[in-house]
């Protein structure tokens, strides 16, 4: 198994990409602490990593307090003391024309895409800086390089998530060990889009035919992961981008 002895953290995980992510880990052989915000769905998956020989626990976890994250880094220390790596993974996606001025989308969207990040990297860092390792990956989009209507924002705080990951990488990677990985997915069959009430932009998604297009699938993103973490001591993959193959 690659990942044998490898303990990891991952944020978001009750769903989607990140149970997607946790299920691949825990099969790799890492043991896996998972962070959401709905802890039934966090027990559920558990159970099912540990009926399937893994080992996984979990801790209820909203990424825009900082503390949460904390109590995460905690546990990993306190169950199997040390920790290895961070997947902030954790994001919404209440896409809005901005005329709409919908502050509350926006608010969500910037304390959880962006600032959750920071929250799980201020966590995890001290004690990556004191062992002078460890591996930091932020699940970004490819919407931080491309913006559609409607997506100002969304694209907004996915551009700061590159930027500053890559901003990271430049002062961890060569002087501290530490590795930095930004992975911008593409279109994914995930629930976040269910957040979108903006019927400007249903309508928009409609129109484009968007639902038509064959998306990724959440496993396409944890393989991405799971490249990125089992690569060489000698080699940082600092970026990633996966799209599907029939995305424009």
Known sequence: MKLED???????????????????????????????????????????????????????????????????????????GRLDAIINNAGVMPLSYVEVMDFEGWESMIDTNFKGVLHGVGAVLPYFLEQNNGHIINISSDAGEKVNAGSAIYSATKAAVNVFTEGLRAELSSRKGIRVTCIQPGATMSEIANSIEDPLVLEDR???????????????????????????????????????TDQP
Do not use: W
């Open 6 to 80: 490898k303990v990891i953290i991952v944020t978001g995980a009750s769903s989607g990409i990140g149970e997607a992510i946790s299920l691949l880990l825990a099969e790799e052989g890492a043991s896996i602490i998972m962070g959401a915000r709905r802890e039934d769905l966090l027990r559920d998956l558990c159970e099912k990593i540990n009926t399937r020989g893994g080992k996984a626990s979990y801790i209820m976890t909203d990424v825009t307090f900082k503390g949460d994250l904390d109590r995460l880094v905690k546990h990993a220390l306190d169950e199997y």
């Open 206 to 244: 409609k129109n484009a035919k968007f639902d038509e297009v064959r998306k990724l699938i959440p496993e396409d993103v944890a393989q991405a992961v799971c490249y990125a973490l089992c690569t060489s001591k000698r080699s940082s993959i600092n970026e990633i981008v996966i799209r599907p």
